[in-house]
């Protein structure tokens, strides 16, 4: 279906309405000011008629139709000063002194005059002031009958056109009020007007989000009864045997049992952290890059002793890049926290900032036994993990560092190393 215009079908129902009420308009005016001019102007014809014709009685010339006694002219004439006829009611008046227009009050109403002279004749014409307010009076009422008149009409006409052009939007009111809260489907956008089809279309983006983070949320749900399956699982064994168990083996217990509530809580912090990364980013702020891999090579110096190995740090030039700080400091952590964790014992780990390929990079590199071949694409699926099934990470940590990536615009690869040593190189590269 073809798009169409609210504001171009609006103006044209609008300049097809206007067009209707002024022609309408018009030619009642036409019709009330001409009926009004006639009569007017068939009196002024009769009064000119018995004023050039001296000596003509009124009753000797046909009447005007509608003829108002105010509406006639009277004429006063003097010849050489003195006064030789008057129309002016009850009155004598007196020969002006000046000629042409002039407004005078004659017997206590307003009149309009016109003098002319010579040096024998003075004839002045006076019309009432009230023939041109009764005029001005029928020609205001004439032109706003009609428009009075064709308001109601101009209601109906635009309540048809305003439905006609709203009665496209019908069809997505009822896609909306007909939707379920989990509908993925986008509204569709044929037929709609064009002034509304970037409305829609936020709404389809809207839709995305929301069916996107509704997704996340059913995820993590998922996720964390995974996770938590084993630990809870392992820690009602444990305590099932303080339970069972005679007075001697009652430390061991206590110490799994300990261990175990730290597993899942440790388990429960990384799932909570993942469920924070689903939330759009906060504002971006400048972050300097050699301070904070200093902090975290500092933090995990006893961790990589505990282990029994030699954790490094070097930065060849200093880089800055817009981010979240703390989302940053946590991504380079875990890569530091796996690579001590994969290495064995008398290994190294160096985490180095230089660059690269004319922009800043941060590698973490190990000595480690390097990712097993045939998974190198699942190492950032969740619950996933290349280590034994043995050791003690829960399967999370480079999902969070994917998704920290991905908020703050950066390039996360982890792969084995390149230069024929064991091991793996996790790197950063930092936006231009």
Not at 349 to 364: C, K, P, S
Request: charged share 20%; aromatic share 4%.
């Amino acid at each position: 279906m073809k798009a169409v215009s609210l504001r171009r079908t609006a103006l044209a129902w609008m300049t097809a309405l206007l067009g209707l009420v002024g022609l309408i308009a018009m030619l009642a005016a036409y019709t009330l000011a001409r009926s009004e001019a006639a009569d007017f102007l068939d009196g002024q014809l009769r009064q000119v008629a018995l004023n050039a014709g001296r000596g003509l009685a009124d009753a000797d010339a046909p009447p005007a139709a509608d003829q108002d006694p105010e509406d006639q002219i009277a004429v006063t004439t003097w010849k050489r000063g003195v006064l030789v006829r008057s129309d002016l009611p009850g009155t004598s008046p007196t020969r002006p002194t000046a000629t042409g227009y002039a407004d005078a009050v004659i017997s206590g109403e307003a009149w309009r005059t016109y003098t002319t002279d010579n040096d024998v004749w003075t004839i002045q014409v006076a019309q009432r002031d009230r023939v041109r307010r009764e005029i001005a009076r029928s020609a205001a009422i004439g032109a706003a009958t009609p428009v009075l008149l064709v308001i109601p009409f101009a209601w109906l006409v635009l309540g048809l056109a305003m439905n006609r052009i709203l009665a496209r939007l019908d069809g997505l009111a009822r896609d909306l009020s007909e939707r379920s809260a989990t509908a993925a489907a986008p509204l569709p956008i044929d037929g709609i007007p064009v002034e509304i089809a970037p409305l829609v279309a936020g709404m389809n983006g809207l839709i995305v989000r929301l069916r996107a983070m509704i997704e996340a949320q059913q995820r993590f749900v998922a996720d964390a009864a995974h996770a938590l399956r084993t630990p809870l699982a392992a820690m009602q064994v444990q305590v099932d045997n303080l339970a069972d168990g005679i007075e001697a083996d009652l430390p061991a217990h206590r110490c799994a049992l300990a261990a175990g509530v730290k597993r899942a809580s440790s388990l429960v912090d990384q799932l909570l952290r993942l469920a924070r990364l689903e939330v759009p980013a906060p504002v971006f702020g400048p972050v300097e890059i050699e301070p904070l891999l200093l902090d975290c090579v500092g933090e995990h110096v006893v961790l990589a002793e505990s282990w029994g190995v030699d954790l490094g740090f070097k930065a060849d030039a200093p880089a800055s890049v817009q981010g979240v700080a703390e989302e940053i400091r946590v991504l380079v952590a875990i890569l530091i926290d796996n690579a001590i964790r994969y290495t064995p014992a008398g290994g190294q780990v160096d985490v180095v900032l230089h660059r690269a390929d004319g922009v800043a990079v941060i590698d973490v590199v190990d000595t480690g036994r390097g990712i097993p071949v045939g998974t190198e694409t699942q190492i950032f699926d969740r619950f996933f993990r290349a280590a034994p099934e043995s050791g003690d990470g829960s399967g999370l940590g480079l999902a969070i560092a994917r998704r920290i990536a991905e908020r703050n615009e950066l390039e996360l690869t982890v792969e084995n190393r390149q230069d024929g040593d064991s091991g793996v190189r996790a790197r950063i590269v930092l936006p231009a």
